[in-house]
């Protein structure tokens, strides 16, 4: 499809943090410290996993693809962020600003489905550990990964198919600091009602059903937990494990469940600002912290690879 016979507007200027410019310099080093960390930390969980044969469990082949998800979400935002705060503004062509939000969302939903085949794996551990490896074998593992990111890439394609065919009159001024849906859809002309209504559907697959999935999965784990009879190492380390999913679940979920399903219309720029950077920066960020770098097993690994590298 041709989009420039679709629109007026060819390029698009995003502000970024513009109510903060006399501290922009102090944010520019912030996220570029905190970018750095976040490819430090989910490089060394990918490459830990790859070279590692004590690393090779189920788990942590899905938290080695969370990692991948993690390192093409911020790198698709993180880096316009920057050079936003550097210029106090940046353009971005039509083309390149749907090309972003469509790899923006791939990355994004296939997060949630990976966080709910993580669930489903620590549900298997836990309360079925007798069959754990004979149901969560090699070819379980690839088929549950391959359809996390084809579902992901399917659903996002339909929304980004609907956004080519919008119509930008003017004006193009994006209040974000990436081209996300919602400041995008506000700038058109068109009808955008049929958008957000598949926004709203397409809610369903990618939050409402698999955080009903992970809520069941987690009922019997915990039934599960309670059960047992002693305050054992094993209880405890389970405990442990499902807490830090918890956590990212509810960080994760909460904050595109408040953007992007319940309607946000009238709520301030700013505020919008602050809750996409919980999913875009601080998850990211501390994926690698809460799954792994306190993991005995990975520090294992650490300590094994810097070893050989002496």
């Not at 960390?37 to 790859?50: D, E, P, R, T």
């Not at 918890?246 to 709520?267: E, N, R």
């Amino acid at each position: 499809m041709d989009w420039k016979n679709q629109t007026s507007v060819t390029e698009f200027w995003l502000l970024g943090f513009h109510n903060a410019r006399s501290i922009r310099i102090p944010l520019f080093v912030f996220f570029l410290a905190v970018y750095i960390s976040i490819l430090s930390g989910n490089f060394l969980i990918i490459a830990l996993v790859v070279v590692s044969q004590s690393l090779k469990s189920p788990m942590y082949f899905f938290l080695a693809n969370l990692s991948t998800s993690d390192l093409l979400l911020t790198t698709i935002v993180i880096p316009t962020m920057l050079s936003i705060l550097l210029k106090s503004k940046e353009s971005i062509s039509f083309a390149g600003c749907i090309s972003q939000f469509y790899l923006f969302g791939l990355s994004a939903i296939t997060e949630c489905f990976l966080l709910t085949v993580m669930s489903y794996d620590r549900y298997l551990a836990i309360c079925d550990p007798l069959h754990y490896f004979s149901i969560m074998d090699s070819r379980v593992q690839v088929i549950l990964v391959t359809c996390s990111w084809v579902f992901a890439f399917s659903l996002t394609l339909i929304t980004v198919s609907h956004m080519w065919q919008l119509q930008f009159c003017g004006p193009n001024v994006i209040d974000h600091f990436f081209c996300d849906i919602t400041p995008l859809l506000e700038l058109s002309c068109s009808d955008t009602s049929v958008i957000h209504l598949l926004n709203l559907v397409m809610g369903l697959p990618v939050t409402m059903f698999p955080i009903g999935f992970i809520i069941i999965t987690y009922v019997y784990i915990l039934t599960t937990i309670l059960k047992i009879s002693t305050i054992s190492r094993g209880k405890q380390k389970a405990f442990s494990t499902c807490s830090s999913h918890l956590a990212v679940v509810c960080t994760y979920y909460g904050t595109l469940i408040t953007l992007y399903v319940i309607p946000t219309k009238g709520l301030s720029p700013d505020v919008t600002k602050v809750q996409s950077l919980l999913y875009t920066i601080v998850t990211p960020l501390f994926n690698p912290v809460i799954y792994s770098l306190r993991n005995n097993e990975i520090r294992t690994a650490i300590q094994q690879l810097m070893h050989r590298r002496k």
